[in-house]
């Protein structure tokens, strides 16, 4: 069964930086696709970022490009989200996700199979 943590959320101010981590459980954390969601109140989850199996590969929402930056550590098992220039608007529960059906970039989070409990990100104007 996988499970994944994330940790690294908190309050910072505009401009600033934060760095979210996901770490997640089993043996086999390179067969996974990963992506980052966020949910703001009263808002739908919506797509961050995601990952490659093997890490090459990276895809953005597209409104996220240059701030956004987002990794993978296969031998720790931990997905990073490296996130600089915050915004206000960028205030929202942050999720990692598992993707373990083999599928390729997916961008919507009916594709993705596991999720973490999520991280609050919080950025005062």
């Known amino acids: 069964q996988v499970q994944l943590v994330e940790s690294g959320g908190g309050l910072v101010q505009a401009g600033g930086s934060l760095r979210l981590s996901c770490a997640a459980s089993g043996r086999t954390f390179s067969s996974y696709e990963m992506g980052w969601f966020r949910q703001a109140p009263g808002k739908e989850r919506e797509f961050v970022a995601g990952i490659s199996r093997g890490g090459a590969g990276t895809y953005y929402e597209d409104s996220l490009k240059g701030r956004f930056t987002i990794s993978r550590d296969n031998a720790k098992n931990t997905v990073y989200l490296q996130m600089n220039s915050l915004k206000p608007e960028d205030t929202a529960v942050y999720y990692c996700?598992?993707?373990?059906?083999?599928?390729?970039?997916?961008?919507?989070?009916?594709?993705?199979?596991?999720w973490g409990q999520g991280t609050q990100v919080t950025v005062s104007s």
């Open positions: 996700a598992a993707e373990l059906s083999g599928r390729w970039y997916p961008k919507v989070a009916n594709e993705y199979d596991r």
